[in-house]
């Protein structure tokens, strides 16, 4: 069952079924422990250990940003296309070459 579907059945049995919550255990707790009783099984999949649960978190969850900087993946995606033409051939030549004279002035320590 999903955490939606769940919640969806606790809602309904908190407003048309008169469930309430006791001092030890919320609406929730008695629904999960009916399911447990009614299906044993399931029982095994409370402590089952999810592998690469955190990078499905990270991949899969909602993303809470907010704010000016906030964006979506379409936004991102039109915004990175825009941006994606860099030249890679306009470094200025007097940059590129002093750059090497560096790296050649380096090696010649080194011999």
């Known amino acids: 069952?999903?955490?939606?579907?769940?919640?969806?059945?606790?809602?309904?049995?908190?407003?048309?079924?008169?469930?309430?919550?006791?001092?030890?255990m919320s609406v929730e707790?008695?629904?999960a422990t009916f399911l447990?009783?009614?299906?044993p099984d399931a029982?095994?999949?409370k402590t089952k250990k999810i592998s690469n649960?955190?990078?499905m978190l990270e991949l899969f969850a909602r993303d809470r940003a907010s704010g000016a900087q906030a964006?979506?993946?379409?936004?991102r995606n039109a915004r990175m296309q825009k941006t994606d033409n860099i030249n890679i051939e306009s470094i200025p030549e007097d940059d590129f070459l002093a750059a090497n004279d560096v790296?050649?002035?380096s090696q010649k320590h080194y011999r």
């Open 71 to 75: 964006e979506t993946a379409k936004e």
């Open 103 to 105: 790296m050649l002035e």
């Open 43 to 45: 029982a095994t999949l």
């Open 53 to 55: 649960y955190n990078e």
């Open 1 to 24: 069952m999903s955490e939606k579907a769940f919640m969806t059945l606790c809602s309904i049995l908190k407003r048309d079924g008169g469930l309430r919550p006791t001092q030890r």
């Open 36 to 39: 447990h009783i009614s299906k």
């Open 29 to 31: 707790e008695h629904v």
